[in-house]
């Protein structure tokens, strides 16, 4: 960890180096870990130190951004020429209006030091202690445990200074018995509320020791839980829930604002400050989150912004601006669906004939207007009959919108829980997805797995 | 530099490390991409790291810093050290690592322009006289055009007394048009999907594309669509463009058949296989028709390379012979399973990762038909070009895929286009129902720069050579149309 002062200091500094219009400089430091397992045992462990510096220069309407990981001066010093010589070769970007400026930030407490007692030592008995408990019961465990400290800074020529420390650790569960699998997982800033023995009877009681039945594809009633319905609610936020995805008419939204899309169980929100989630009090270019509510009741209200898109509409961001360069828009990474009032169990006991599904696979986009996506189930997949879980099927391949699943939304939980996919392709910055179990009258499955 | 990652190797050994390696890495990439008549991204990274993986008390340890000095590097390597300490507590089976020769070498990318030795200028004007033909038509509401370039030095050091150096440089470019009416929105590429094509050469590959002469067709296409019929549904005869067959190869046959998969490692995330080890050398695939190569020298290939990053020569293997498996991608680490050795796969994605199996170059060679003659000899079916989704289960068995647009085949010829097609089948039966293969006249070369895999996660570039190929009894049109 650098800490604010240095960071601050190091990115003052860049900022006033480069003689630019405008600038704005972000730090991201990563002190972080990872260990996976597979047949209960561990087969990869470790672990990164990293500081990336994300440079964005204005000169006029001309933008260009430069990236290093190297903080020597005389790299610190090429960065700037290369991203004056970037800026001042293109064409100005004529609906750039400005770099946004300073605004209050909330105080918000996003580290624990419960992380740091994580060692490998501690992760090593942990992920043991999971595979004994498993073994017990006739499973064997495969998943990835990691944990992090990260630091974001941002500092821009026209007074934004922030810096936030955030630590984070997930846990991703699978067990197998030979016949079925079942997933459990878990995503906190805080280690301490982290409970291995709930997390593994959790994943046990998706696998089944019976055979996976074959159910021929076609539409059921089917309930999904807390991690399928979070990968439905993002890949809303990717194509629709943003202010550019608007503009650019590419979004389920356009036209459809004050109209009612879904059901009016259904209310999705976006917000950093709800301690439910895992918290984020600014975004990456050091504006504060707002609380933004895409469907309230089923009604389409109003979508994320960044500085670009709230200047091109005259409006002020709602603090959802991602890590510069981004051409795919404000995408919401504080995802939130209302609770409802129903339990699991009640859910189930209304099934007449219906579809029970953990989690899904792969999921892709196949309609993006209409929100239509494929994808498989995986983990925990069982057929309900007359008001009961009778036994697992084998995975299916569902082919179905969002909207219209969202639409036919019969009974919601009133448990909801916190996810996050977790994985970390480039810069690791963690958050979660708050959800509950929803029942959907009519869920299109399209296909299913078998030799 | 040399010398001080030499340092660490001996101090790796004198800790006693059955195996360790160190790998120092500077990455730089330019990315360009107009959008709309605007210069959205661009951009100039670059990152330096190194990693150090040790086999320590019969376990793994990895440990990597962005600090490059020898006092980080010592520290890095207790850290990696202790990590191989605490998981050997936790281990499966012994770790068999077959030894390797020491390799000293040095490979550098064949190319006749570096992309970053041309002007930022040259590229934008290319780049937007393309885009700006996309724009013309009133129907495309979102054209873009995109150019990255990348580099990347490596040094690979290790305790057998391996010291590789490689220079690997790729880039790539492509245009899109998006059409958008109605609530309906149609994309079409040039000359792939998701940002283009990319390839282990010089700018003269991004030149040679000549992306402004493709624009109009480009843009064309994408408004037709908007009023095209749709897809079809039913059980029908599939011809597949050769960079649609890229993506098919790479999701049913590239994963499938990674060892570390098969073997389990990814089972909680990217998921297993249904192949198994013991399949190899027997199990039918596909028709004999298709054969399959994982072939790392194919020059301008995106998985071509000059070693590993276990310092393996990069190969050439026969995977799939008259549509039997005769290989996996293996590892020095999992190859004995196959009682085999290494065919040089693992990759790392930059310093801060550890090498995985990855897919190389993964071909279908091709076969004796021209696309025409394919087409005239098929009654009914569709053809179907540029991949817009896909989708395959955690077993590698289901998958789906989408493309941009397809055409009606009726009586032999090519008809009515048709919109949103999709398709649908089970790997093993969908490559057995493939009857013809175009030839080398239709082949070529695609890379695929976006393949995950792992965690932390880690994008891997590959590349498939591929002529356009027919299969038969295929479901198609999965969208349930209204």
């Known amino acids: 960890m650098i800490?604010?002062?240095?960071?601050?200091?190091?990115?003052?500094?860049?900022?006033?180096?480069?003689?630019?219009?405008?600038?704005?400089?972000?730090?991201?430091?990563?002190?972080?870990?990872?260990?996976?397992?597979?047949?209960?045992?561990?087969?990869?462990?470790?672990?990164?130190?990293?500081?990336?510096?994300?440079?964005?220069?204005?000169?006029?309407?001309?933008?260009?951004?430069v990236t290093t990981n190297d903080f020597r001066r005389s790299s610190l010093k090429d960065l700037l020429l290369k991203a004056i010589r970037l800026a001042k070769a293109r064409l100005p970007q004529e609906d750039f209006v400005s770099l946004p400026g300073p605004r209050p930030v909330p105080d918000v407490r996003t580290f624990s030091n419960s992380i740091l007692r994580l060692t490998p030592g501690v992760k090593v008995k942990l992920i043991r202690e999971l595979g004994l408990l498993a073994h017990e019961r006739g499973f064997r465990t495969s998943g990835a445990f990691s944990h992090g400290q990260v630091e974001v800074a941002i500092v821009n020529s026209l007074g934004v200074e922030v810096y936030q420390p955030y630590s984070d650790l997930f846990l991703h569960l699978v067990v197998d018995n030979g016949m079925n699998t079942g997933y459990a997982s878990f995503v906190s800033r805080d280690a301490q509320s982290l409970q291995v023995e709930r997390l593994v009877n959790e994943a046990m009681e998706k696998a089944s020791k019976s055979e996976p039945v074959r159910i021929e594809p076609g539409e059921y009633e089917t309930i999904l839980e807390p991690y399928a319905v979070s990968e439905l609610l993002s890949f809303l936020g990717t194509l629709g829930f943003h202010a550019l995805a608007v503009q650019e008419g590419r979004s389920f939204f356009c036209d459809q604002f004050g109209k009612k899309i879904v059901d009016p169980r259904v209310t999705i929100y976006d917000d950093g400050l709800d301690p439910d989630g895992l918290q984020v009090p600014f975004d990456f270019e050091g504006v504060p989150k707002q609380k933004v509510t895409f469907f309230d009741a089923g009604v389409a209200r109003e979508v994320t912004h960044d500085s670009f898109t709230a200047g091109k509409e005259g409006k002020l961001s709602t603090g959802h601006g991602l890590i510069a360069p981004n051409s795919e828009g404000p995408i919401p990474i504080n995802l939130f669906m209302n609770e409802g009032e129903s339990s699991l169990s009640e859910m189930i006991q209304s099934t007449r004939k219906g579809i029970y599904v953990t989690r899904f696979h792969y999921t892709n986009v196949v309609e993006p207007m209409k929100a239509v996506i494929t994808g498989m189930t995986r983990d925990g997949t069982f057929l309900i009959e007359n008001g009961e879980i009778k036994q697992p099927v084998r995975n299916l391949r569902f082919t179905e919108s969002i909207l219209k699943a969202l639409s036919r939304v019969s009974a919601v939980s009133k448990e909801r829980r916190v996810s996050s996919e977790g994985t970390v392709y480039s810069r690791r910055f963690i958050t979660g997805t708050v959800t509950p179990a929803i029942k959907v009258d009519g869920f299109n499955f399209s296909g299913i797995s078998s030799l | 530099m040399k010398r001080i990652l030499q340092n660490v190797i001996d101090s790796a050994k004198m800790k006693g490390v059955h195996y360790g390696d160190i790998r120092l890495v500077r990455r730089q990439s330019q990315e360009i991409e107009i959008k709309n008549g605007n210069v959205e991204v661009l951009t100039h990274d670059e990152e330096l790291g190194f990693g150090i993986r040790v086999l320590f008390h019969g376990a793994w340890g990895f440990a990597c810093s962005s600090k490059v000095n020898p006092r980080e590097m010592e520290a890095v390597l207790k850290k990696a050290l202790t990590i191989a300490r605490a998981s050997g507590k936790a281990r499966n089976d012994k770790i068999h690592f077959d030894p390797a020769p020491a390799v000293v070498d040095r490979y550098q990318t064949p190319i006749t322009l570096d992309p970053f030795d041309v002007p930022v200028e040259t590229k934008l004007n290319l780049l937007q006289a393309a885009e700006g033909v996309l724009r013309k038509n009133g129907k495309?509401?979102?054209?873009?055009?995109?150019?990255?370039?990348?580099?990347?030095?490596?040094?690979?050091?290790?305790?057998?007394?391996?010291?590789?150096?490689?220079?690997?440089?790729?880039?790539?470019?492509?245009?899109?048009?998006?059409?958008?009416?109605?609530?309906?929105?149609?994309?079409?590429?040039?000359?792939?999907?998701?940002?283009?094509?990319?390839?282990?050469?010089?700018?003269?590959?991004?030149?040679?594309?000549?992306?402004?002469?493709?624009?109009?067709?480009?843009?064309?296409?994408?408004?037709?669509?908007?009023?095209?019929?749709?897809?079809?549904?039913?059980?029908?005869?599939?011809?597949?463009?050769?960079?649609?067959?890229?993506?098919?190869?790479?999701?049913?046959?590239?994963?499938?058949?990674?060892?570390?998969?098969?073997?389990?490692?990814?089972?909680?995330?990217?998921?297993?296989?249904?192949?198994?080890?013991?399949?190899?050398?027997?199990?039918?695939?596909?028709?004999?028709?298709?054969?399959?190569?994982?072939?790392?020298?194919?020059?301008?290939?995106?998985?071509?390379?000059?070693?590993?990053?276990?310092?393996?020569?990069?190969?050439?293997?026969?995977?799939?012979?008259?549509?039997?498996?005769?290989?996996?991608?293996?590892?020095?680490?999992?190859?004995?399973?196959?009682?085999?050795?290494s065919n040089g796969t693992m990759r790392a994605d930059g310093w801060n990762r550890i090498p995985l199996i990855r897919m190389t170059n993964i071909n279908l060679?091709?076969?004796?038909?021209?696309?025409?003659?394919?087409?005239?000899?098929?009654?009914?079916?569709?053809?179907?070009?540029?991949?817009?989704?896909?989708?395959?289960?955690?077993?590698?068995?289901?998958?789906?895929?989408?493309?941009?647009?397809?055409?009606?085949?009726?009586?032999?010829?090519?008809?009515?286009?048709?919109?949103?097609p999709t398709y649908t089948g089970i790997t093993p039966h969908f490559w057995n129902s493939c009857d013809a293969v175009g030839d080398k006249h239709h082949w070529q070369m695609w890379g695929t720069p976006n393949c995950g895999k792992g965690e932390p996660g880690q994008v891997a570039h590959v590349g498939h050579g591929t002529a356009p190929a027919r299969f038969r009894n295929v479901q198609v049109g999965v969208i349930k149309q209204g």
């Not at chain 2, 283009?196 to 594309?209: D, K, M, P, Q, S």
């Open chain 1, 3 to 65: 800490g604010r002062e240095k960071a601050l200091r190091l990115l003052k500094k860049v900022v006033h180096d480069s003689g630019a219009d405008q600038a704005e400089a972000l730090l991201l430091t990563e002190d972080s870990s990872l260990t996976r397992f597979a047949g209960s045992g561990v087969h990869q462990h470790v672990a990164e130190r990293n500081g990336t510096l994300i440079l964005r220069v204005v000169l006029g309407k001309r933008i260009a951004v």
């Open chain 2, 140 to 341: 495309v509401k979102i054209s873009e055009a995109f150019m990255g370039s990348y580099k990347t030095e490596k040094t690979f050091a290790s305790t057998e007394g391996s010291n590789i150096e490689q220079e690997l440089i790729e880039c790539g470019a492509g245009i899109s048009a998006t059409a958008i009416e109605g609530g309906e929105m149609q994309v079409r590429s040039y000359p792939n999907s998701f940002r283009g094509n990319f390839a282990t050469r010089g700018y003269e590959w991004i030149e040679a594309l000549a992306l402004g002469s493709h624009a109009e067709r480009v843009s064309q296409e994408a408004e037709q669509l908007l009023s095209a019929k749709p897809c079809p549904s039913g059980t029908m005869t599939l011809i597949l463009d050769s960079s649609q067959l890229a993506l098919q190869i790479h999701e049913s046959v590239g994963h499938p058949i990674e060892l570390d998969r098969i073997l389990g490692t990814e089972a909680s995330y990217a998921g297993t296989s249904f192949l198994k080890p013991e399949m190899v050398g027997h199990f039918r695939y596909g028709s004999d028709k298709v054969n399959i190569t994982a072939d790392a020298t194919f020059p301008g290939g995106l998985g071509t390379f000059g070693y590993d990053d276990e310092g393996i020569r990069a190969q050439r293997t026969p995977i799939l012979s008259q549509g039997v498996l005769v290989n996996l991608l293996t590892s020095r680490e999992t190859a004995c399973h196959l009682h085999r050795e």
């Open chain 2, 365 to 420: 060679e091709p076969g004796e038909w021209t696309l025409e003659q394919m087409i005239a000899d098929t009654d009914e079916g569709l053809f179907l070009s540029t991949n817009r989704s896909w989708s395959i289960d955690d077993k590698r068995i289901n998958f789906q895929f989408g493309t941009e647009i397809g055409w009606e085949i009726r009586n032999g010829k090519l008809g009515a286009m048709v919109k949103n």
